[in-house]
Structure formats: C-alpha cells, structure tokens
C-alpha cells in the first residue's frame, strides 16, 4: 500500500513539472495573473488559453480521453488546480461550468456512448457551448413545478414555454432544459432533461441587467423550438434524478479550486487591510482572522467534496454543505472589504471585477470598484444553484437526518 502511495505521488510530482512547463510557455516571465490584464488582453489571453488547454484535454482533465478528456488521476487533478490556481490562468470559458462542470459530469453517469461522443468533444472544442435551463418564473426553488412543455412530434421534441435568469445564455448555442413532457404524471416524474440548439427561429433571449449593471443572465423563451427526439440525458420522463445529479454537480465541482480563489482574495484584502492603516485595528483584526479560519475549512471541506466527486460518487447533500459554506462565506469577506474601503466604497473608482458571481481574478489591482462589483455579486451567490435556506434544509434531511420540513397546507 505504501509503496502504491509513493509511486502514485511520484507520477503526480512528475506531472507537476509538464503543467509548469505548459505554464511557462503560455505567459510571459514577469505574468502577475490574469487579474493583471486590461479587458482586450484578457479576453484574447482566455481564448488562447483555452484552446491550450483543450489540446491537451485539460478542460476536462477527468474525463475519459476518447471524450475529449485527459483521463487524470485524482493527485494530477490536484496539482493541475493547484498549479493553473496559483498561476492565475483560468481553466476555460465562463460557459464550461455548464457544458463541462454540470452537463458533461450529468451525461458521464447518464448517457450512453453514443449521446458521449456525439457531444463531449465538441463541448471540449468549445464548438458546441451550454447554458443552463431549470428556472422559471414559477419554478426556482420549487423546480418540479416548472411548466415548460416538450411534445414528441414525429422525430422531435417541439418546446414552448420560458426559462428565467439562464447565465451566459447569450453567449451559448445550446441549453439542457428541463421539461414536463408528461402532463399527466406527478410533478417529479413527468420531466426529462432534453439538449436543445439555441440557434433557431422558436427561441427568443432576452438578456436582464443585475445589480452590477452586467447583463449576465436572461429570460429565454421557447414558441415551437424544436430538438431531436433522441437528445435526452437519461430517460423520458425520468429527468428528476439526472437534474439532482447536475445540481450535485452544480454545487460541488469548483471544490478544488474555489478554496485557492478565495485564499488569493483574502490575501488581496489583507494587504488592502495594511494599504488603509487598518491593521492593528482589533475590529477589523478579528474580523480578518475569523474569514481566514473560514478559508482554512472551506479548503478542507473542498477536498473532500472533490474526492468524492472524483471517486465517482454522486456529489449530494456533501456538495449542499459546501455551496452554502462558501456562498455565505463570501457575503461576509466582502461586506469586510467594503468596510476597509469606507466612504470610498461609495464611489468605485477603478477597473471593476469582469467575472460573473464570484472572485476577482488573482493580480487583479486592489481598486474600490473591484471590491465593490464582486460585494454586489456575492449577493448572488446564496440564491443561484439553489438559496441558503434550501441547502439548510437538504443539509438538515439529508446528511443529519434531521426530520423533514412542514410543508404549506394546499
Ligand atoms: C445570479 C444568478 C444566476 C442564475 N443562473 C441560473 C441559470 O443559469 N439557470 C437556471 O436555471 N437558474 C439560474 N438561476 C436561478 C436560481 O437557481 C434560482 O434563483 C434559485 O433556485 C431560487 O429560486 P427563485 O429565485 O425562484 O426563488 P424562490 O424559490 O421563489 O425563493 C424565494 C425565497 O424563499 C425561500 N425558500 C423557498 N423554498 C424554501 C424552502 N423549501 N425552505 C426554506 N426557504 C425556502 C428561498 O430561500 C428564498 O429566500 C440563477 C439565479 C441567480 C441569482
């Protein structure tokens, strides 16, 4: 056993020495981090990147080789996180957390070879690129009540109904939509989880502006839409499980590299913190030390997440107590920040962080507009992929065993 253990960790030192020459032959010597980069640069820098990294199967590192993958093991996977992390090279678009982290992990468990080689690839090429469609207007939290109709016509399925707050919509050419295709079945069982092209007359998008001002989600809205009869993830009118096992996904699948995100960011804010005089302040002090304890479990916390996940297992209710663990984490460090910043958090001056909901990049300058965009956007993060209250309540029932919530009279 140990010796299995030491050439396990020798194979993975090796391989650490193939990321850092990738590494060194992608960026210049005196690279800060892609934070560091004005917006032109970054967006030209993110689509190179990708396609050097896709080339070598590492924007699926996991997955299986003959579907685009590099096949890694789990050690590999950590260091290829670790090195891109602490790099500040970003893994790929902003679109591959849905065809790569969600869908492509989803199909893994519930697709045959087929439906894998048709699509994996082509995800990994970024040809084909994937939005997400489970929310509507009358769905979120309560997602089996969604109502968007799929109809088998002939050899397709015909779609007419909404979905509501789709990130990056506007950016993809396809979407997994869950949909009723069974109107007569209980809410849970008459729904599948269909792969429908975005390109085509019987689909409108509609892009919807946040609180940052962004427009990074939309309504998209389907009038006859149609898709092939054949691409379903899993089974007809058994989308239920197949969703569960793509919001397990959801949840858990930046386990690994999250944590070194959120490091880097409280190391940006510690030397905020220093910048403004503020270190000796016993508030600020004890509030700083309190989100490095968080950081310190949350990287714990991921590791575990993401063993299980790379072992093959069903992310679950493990997956839940991360994303709240991390999102309500993120509403305070920020809250932290703009308290540093004081009244100048009230004028952002500066450039402000181009991500969606989360950090700002590693190098990013440490301006009052950075910390003030991604304050806004760590609101967001205890609603998207299921709120707080919900993980509370599948941490409570389904890792505690806790008894179920009351549910509302009828
Ligand atoms: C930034 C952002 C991006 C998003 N991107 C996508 C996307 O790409 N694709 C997609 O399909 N969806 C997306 N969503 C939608 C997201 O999944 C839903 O907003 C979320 O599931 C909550 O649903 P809701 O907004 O309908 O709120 P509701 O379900 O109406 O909830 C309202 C309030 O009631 C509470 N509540 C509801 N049920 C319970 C319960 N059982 N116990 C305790 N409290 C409860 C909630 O916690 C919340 O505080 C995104 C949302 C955001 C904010």
Not at 32 to 51: P, S, T, Y
Not at 66 to 81: I, K, R
Not at 385 to 390: I, N, R, T, Y
Request: hydrophobic share 40%; aromatic share 8%.
């Amino acid at each position: 056993m140990g010796t299995q253990h030491a050439d396990r960790d020798r194979r993975a030192e090796g391989f650490r020495g193939s990321v850092r020459e990738f590494i060194s032959g992608l960026v210049p010597p005196d690279w800060q981090g892609i934070g560091a980069l004005d917006d032109a640069a970054r967006a030209e820098f993110r689509k190179a990147a990708r396609v050097a990294l896709a080339e070598r199967g590492w924007v699926a590192p996991a997955w299986p080789v003959e579907y685009g993958g590099a096949g890694l093991s789990a050690a590999e996977l950590v260091v290829l996180t670790g090195e891109l992390s602490a790099a500040g090279i970003p893994f790929g678009s902003d679109n591959d957390a849905f065809g790569i982290g969600m869908l492509g992990n989803t199909m893994l468990r519930w697709s045959k070879p087929e439906l894998l080689q048709r699509f994996l690839p082509k995800i990994v090429s970024g040809e084909y690129v994937f939005s997400q469609g489970f929310s509507e207007p009358g769905a979120g939290s309560d997602l089996a009540s969604l109502a968007l109709q799929a109809e088998p016509d002939g050899d397709r399925w015909v779609l007419t109904g909404q979905k509501l707050w789709s990130s990056g919509a506007h950016l993809a050419n396809w979407m997994f939509v869950l949909a009723r295709t069974n109107r007569d079945a209980a809410p849970h069982r008459g729904l599948s989880m269909l792969l429908v092209p975005l390109e085509q007359p019987g689909i409108e998008i509609r892009p919807i502006r946040n609180i940052t001002g962004d427009t990074d989600f939309n309504e998209v809205f389907f009038d006859g839409a149609v898709t092939d009869r054949e691409l379903v993830v899993g089974e007809v009118d058994r989308g239920w499980p197949v969703a569960m096992t793509l919001l397990g996904f959801e949840r858990g699948e930046t386990a690994l590299h999250a944590p070194i995100r959120f490091r880097n960011e409280l190391d940006r804010l510690i030397r905020l913190v220093r910048e403004r005089g503020l270190d000796r302040d016993p508030d600020i002090r004890r509030r700083v030390a309190w989100c490095h304890v968080q950081v310190e479990q949350l990287r714990c916390h991921g590791l575990r997440t993401a063993e299980q996940l790379i072992q093959g297992e069903e992310p679950g209710p493990r997956a839940a107590a991360f994303k709240l663990l991390w999102s309500e984490y993120h509403r305070v460090v920020t809250e932290l920040a703009l308290d540093v910043l004081g009244l100048d958090a009230l004028a952002p001056a500066g450039r402000p962080s181009p991500n969606w909901y989360h950090t700002d990049d590693p190098g990013a300058p440490n301006s009052s507009a950075s910390w003030a965009s991604v304050y806004l956007n760590a609101r967001a993060g205890t609603i998207y992929a299921g709120s707080s209250q919900v993980q509370r309540g599948i941490v409570g029932e389904l890792l505690l065993g806790l008894p179920k919530e009351p549910k509302a009279a009828p």
